[in-house]
């Protein structure tokens, strides 16, 4: 029936699978333990087994060996010393650290599962020889996988990724002059003022930019105008990527990423060999994004805009 119902649910249940596959474990464990003769709980072993190769560690250095908590290892430890498995004391130069180790209980429990250890290394073998899979070496690769990227990580990204495709970039038309102004002083009023230069694109884009030899992109998710991003002709062979505007209610969605995308892209089709913007360093994602799309930053020429404290520029490879 548990089989049933994980293969139903999917990949999805890996956490929950993990945890019952774990207290299967722990569970055959402590009647291991017990077959043994030792009052040990699984939840020890760790620190237990390491206290066996030295004859003090500090809880400080414990944790560090087996990869848990400092707190966790201090709770296992305050268990251990109530049932005489290990003594503790303070370091007399440092009465934040303590030792531990193991006292004559905890050594004659070592000298009974110094036996357990060859009988379950030799189950363990047997049951990895009758498997399909190399669970061990699965675990490992695991681990690896998820220090190098965790698990939130991968599932922000396919979020993003799934949304974005529900993300459309749009050519500017006059109908989305509105949407154009409003998510451009929504980002800019909640960080700076409006100043003159933003007044005369957003309240004049088609003259200010696209007559100019501009371009402007509108970004739609679900058929709403969540984003917008201009390209304003400098000279021939110069554009600058302005008035990039992403809507709060869409962030994550990518759709800065996909704006400056088709920015750049433009630019080329329109024979420029460089995209140049200005943006201040308090808008940090902005700037993360600019980074990511191969801006990099310069000294340019004055800028129009108050708020402007960094310049950034793209130089382009066009066949």
């Known amino acids: 029936m548990i089989m049933d119902f994980y293969n139903r649910v999917g990949k999805k249940a890996i956490g929950s699978r993990l945890r019952g596959l774990s207290d299967m474990i722990t569970n055959g464990a402590a009647e291991v333990y017990q077959l043994y003769g030792v009052d040990l709980q699984p939840r020890w072993w760790p620190v237990f087994y390491i206290l066996t190769e030295s004859e003090e560690n500090s809880i400080t250095a414990i944790a560090r060996q087996i990869g848990q908590t400092h707190a966790a290892v201090s709770q296992v430890?305050?268990?251990?010393?109530?049932?005489?498995?290990?003594?503790?004391?303070?370091?007399?130069?440092?009465?934040?650290?303590?030792?531990?180790?193991?006292?004559?209980?905890?050594?004659?429990?070592?000298?009974?599962?110094?036996?357990?250890?060859?009988?379950?290394?030799?189950?363990i073998d047997k049951a990895f020889s009758e498997s399909q899979y190399d669970l061990w070496k699965a675990i490992e690769e695991w681990e690896y996988l998820l220090e190098q990227k965790s698990l939130l990580r991968r599932v922000e990204e396919e979020k993003k990724k799934r949304e974005g495709d529900k993300v459309t970039i749009i050519d500017y038309t006059p109908e989305h002059k509105d949407n154009f102004k409003r998510?451009?002083?929504?980002?800019?009023?909640?960080?700076?003022?409006?100043?003159?230069?933003?007044?005369?694109?957003?309240?004049?884009?088609?003259?200010?930019?696209?007559?100019?030899?501009?371009?402007?992109?509108?970004?739609?998710?679900?058929?709403?105008?969540?984003?917008?991003?201009?390209?304003?002709?400098?000279?021939?062979?110069?554009?600058?990527?302005?008035?990039?505007?992403?809507?709060?209610?869409?962030?994550?969605?990518?759709?800065?990423?996909?704006?400056?995308?088709?920015?750049?892209?433009?630019?080329?089709?329109?024979?420029?060999?460089?995209?140049?913007?200005?943006?201040?360093?308090?808008?940090?994602?902005?700037?993360?994004?600019?980074?990511?799309?191969?801006?990099?930053?310069?000294?340019?020429?004055?800028?129009?805009?108050?708020?402007?404290?960094?310049?950034?520029?793209?130089?382009l490879k066009n066949d």
Request: charge should be positive; aromatic fraction near 8%; include cysteine.
């Open 77 to 123: 430890v305050r268990q251990m010393v109530k049932n005489g498995f290990v003594s503790e004391r303070r370091n007399k130069d440092d009465q934040r650290k303590n030792f531990v180790s193991l006292t004559e209980k905890g050594k004659s429990a070592a000298v009974k599962l110094g036996q357990q250890h060859q009988d379950v290394s030799a189950a």
């Open 183 to 315: 998510l451009n002083e929504e980002w800019i009023t909640q960080y700076f003022e409006m100043e003159e230069s933003d007044h005369k694109a957003l309240d004049h884009p088609q003259e200010y930019i696209i007559n100019n030899g501009g371009h402007i992109f509108i970004a739609l998710y679900d058929g709403q105008a969540v984003g917008a991003c201009a390209l304003i002709k400098m000279d021939d062979k110069k554009f600058e990527m302005a008035k990039m505007a992403v809507s709060p209610n869409a962030q994550g969605k990518s759709i800065g990423t996909l704006l400056g995308v088709a920015c750049i892209e433009k630019a080329k089709e329109l024979g420029a060999d460089t995209v140049f913007l200005e943006s201040n360093t308090k808008l940090k994602p902005a700037i993360s994004l600019y980074r990511k799309l191969g801006f990099k930053k310069i000294t340019g020429p004055p800028s129009p805009y108050e708020r402007a404290n960094i310049q950034m520029e793209l130089k």
